[in-house]
């Protein structure tokens, strides 16, 4: 695409000159990272920049250029590149989706907080003191709050953050190669929220003008491909529930799932019956969930620790172990203990034999669960914290030797 001045005597367009930001000695860090920063709605929508330089995933030394969020409380991960976007972007960009799809709507609040921390930007009508450290996650949290409520009419109090399968990419470049527009459109037509933008620099004059266009999608197909995605979704998903409505475990998680919403457990909210025998949920730290399990003769519930580090998995349990007698008080009774050593994983669970097959009894078992998974989350997360910042300093330590 090229821009034109008009000389309206002559009836004549004057082409600009394209250059790239490389050629105008411009970075990518310093110079289109900020721009983002400072003016996201460039990127075609609103969006509430949460941080930048963000590389607190676990276990890793990756660098997420920026994190926002959208007016519906979804995570978009931003990646930036001042020419070409290389072959590789599209592949970095899922990677830190997966990466990011655990955090919880405290964890984005700690993320801001810190951001407003570390960068102090310019807050309108906001006193100086909200950058107290006593204050700044208050602030995060007013501030999110604001952000849905002026663009969407909800408040966080009433809306999860980063719901299920809800991460979106934005992929940001002077140019696209083929591998990565091809690749981006295979992923827009299986559902997954990919944008490229084209950020083209010309000069006219002394002066640096800036187009930024999305090139994929096509803007005027976008609300088309997402009214004909969610057909497509609902059509897959009622199939899967006609196929699924005749297996055991899948009427037994469907009926326990109503059950949860109506005595208010929010746990599992958000997550869908399915033919599995277990059903989890998030606990704070990543692939470390609450679970729940349904089996023909037993039923148990308990916390995972299924990380893809063996040693991160012992290193938690052991840290939860080493406080066994406390954490057992105050539960109401003896936990297993399973640290597994020939295996990756490990974990700490309650189980109650059952006749699981007789559905005539299942409310009896799903009252079971509701009560057991409750207890176990009440004991668990006050130490979520201290058990992340253990597991944190044995990922540093090991790093270093």
């Not at 821009?3 to 970075?27: A, C, H, W, Y």
């Not at 030394?61 to 001042?82: F, P, Q, S």
């Not at 189980?351 to 007789?358: E, M, R, S, T």
């Amino acid at each position: 695409m090229s821009l034109f001045t008009v000389d309206i005597t002559k009836k004549r367009l004057m082409p600009l000159n394209g250059t790239k930001l490389s050629e105008q000695q411009l970075t990518e860090r310093y110079d289109l990272q900020e721009w983002l920063v400072h003016h996201p709605d460039a990127l075609g929508e609103p969006l509430l920049m949460i941080q930048k330089e963000f590389s607190n995933f676990d276990g890793t030394k990756e660098r997420l250029d920026l994190l926002a969020l959208d007016i519906h409380g979804n995570l978009v991960l931003i990646e930036n590149k001042r020419d070409e976007s290389g072959k590789d972007v599209v592949w970095q960009a899922i990677k830190y989706a997966s990466y990011v799809a655990p955090f919880t709507t405290d964890d984005i609040e700690k993320i801001y907080a810190d951001y407003l921390q570390k960068y102090r930007p310019q807050l309108d009508d906001l006193d100086d003191d909200a950058f107290d450290l006593n204050k700044v996650k208050q602030t995060a949290k007013l501030l999110i709050d604001r952000f849905l409520a002026e663009n969407q009419g909800y408040s966080i109090q009433t809306k999860s953050l980063n719901t299920f399968n809800s991460q979106r990419i934005i992929l940001v470049a002077g140019e696209f190669g083929t591998e990565v527009t091809s690749t981006a459109l295979w992923l827009c037509d299986r559902g997954i929220d990919v944008k490229c933008v084209k950020v083209s620099p010309y000069l006219l004059n002394e002066q640096l003008l800036i187009h930024v266009q999305q090139i994929i999608p096509i803007p005027e197909a976008t609300e088309y491909m997402v009214r004909l995605g969610r057909k497509e979704a609902e059509d897959v998903q009622e199939k899967i529930k006609q196929d699924n409505s005749e297996d055991i475990r899948y009427q037994y998680w469907n009926k326990l799932l109503a059950y949860f919403t109506e005595n208010n457990n929010t746990l599992y909210n958000n997550i869908s019956a399915k033919t599995d025998h277990w059903l989890n949920a998030g606990s704070g730290i990543s692939f470390c969930p609450y679970s729940l399990t349904f089996l023909q003769k037993e039923i148990r519930i308990g916390i995972e620790f299924s990380r893809k580090d063996k040693d991160e998995n012992k290193r938690l349990f052991d840290f939860f172990y080493k406080q066994k007698e406390e954490i057992e008080a105050v539960f109401g009774q003896e936990l297993q203990w399973l640290r597994l050593d020939d295996r990756k994983s490990s974990r700490i669970q309650y189980a109650k034999y059952v006749d699981g097959y007789n559905n005539e009894i299942w409310q009896e078992y799903i009252i079971w669960h509701l009560k057991q998974i409750t207890r176990i989350e009440e004991v668990f997360k006050p130490l979520m914290k201290k058990a992340y910042q253990d597991l944190e300093d044995f990922i540093k330590s090991k790093a270093t030797h």
